[in-house]
């Protein structure tokens, strides 16, 4: 099982041109099909003229999590091939949006397959791959005079703060990088006072 996995570094745009049709592609780093739905929103209210916005996400890491959007265009021709390339470049945690303008000449379904996958290269080309941890949570309970030693522990392993309460105790959750996650549940150990539980 590896302990790291591709995303993109930032979103991206690219415009291919077919017989008098635009087809812009919109490729985005998403963490949830919410975050996906905010991008396709604003894309609908940017391109109102557009006839379509056809799409295809792939989130996590077990390959299950993915849709894809023909948006009225005949089956086939243009989700299924934006998915082929976010999964040609192994990506995941990605979502490439393609909005299209209509030039008044029918492409057929050989020009749409084509345009869509263009399209999508040429805005995935634009932008870094990056390979990112594979990270595992869990919560972190201790007395706050303890917070220097944990974070310290955090920084040194590259381990993420994704939540953060402080009352009499602190309460801390973090994804620690697969790779490094006994060491760091070692190191957290060995500071006795830390009350440590993965988060299902």
Same mark, same amino acid.
């Given at each position: ?11 991206? !745009? ?8 635009? !087809?812009?592609a919109f ?33 996590? /890491? ?14 086939? %021709? ?5 998915? *082929? ?17 209509? @030039? @008044? ?5 050989p020009g ?12 995935l080309q634009?932008?870094? %791959?990056?390979? =990112? ?20 522990? +955090?920084?040194?392993? @590259? +381990?993420?703060?994704? *939540? ?7 309460? /801390? =959750?973090? *994804? ?11 190191? /957290? ?12």
């Amino acid at each position: 099982m590896a302990d790291a996995y591709l995303t993109i570094e930032k979103t991206a !745009f690219a415009e291919f041109k077919e017989r008098g049709s635009k !087809f812009i592609a919109f490729a985005y780093p998403i963490q949830s099909v919410d975050e996906f739905k905010v991008h396709l929103q604003l894309l609908k209210k940017e391109h109102p003229k557009a006839v379509h916005h056809c799409f295809a996400y792939r989130l996590g /890491l077990d390959g299950n999590n993915f849709r894809v959007s023909d948006d009225g265009e005949p089956s086939g %021709t243009a989700g299924r091939p934006i998915l *082929g390339q976010i999964d040609s470049k192994l990506l995941t945690d990605t979502a490439v949006i393609v909005v299209r303008y209509f @030039g @008044g000449t029918l492409l057929g379904v050989p020009g749409l397959i084509n345009a869509y996958k263009t399209a999508t290269i040429m805005a995935l080309q634009l932008v870094p %791959t990056v390979e =990112k941890a594979i990270e595992i949570v869990y919560e972190l309970q201790f007395d706050y005079t303890r917070l220097n030693e944990v974070m310290t522990i +955090c920084k040194q392993f @590259g +381990c993420t703060v994704i *939540g953060q309460e402080q009352q009499l105790f602190c309460l /801390l =959750k973090i *994804g620690i990088p697969k790779a490094r996650l006994q060491e760091v549940l070692f190191k /957290l150990t060995d500071l006795h006072t830390v009350d440590i539980k993965p988060v299902k």
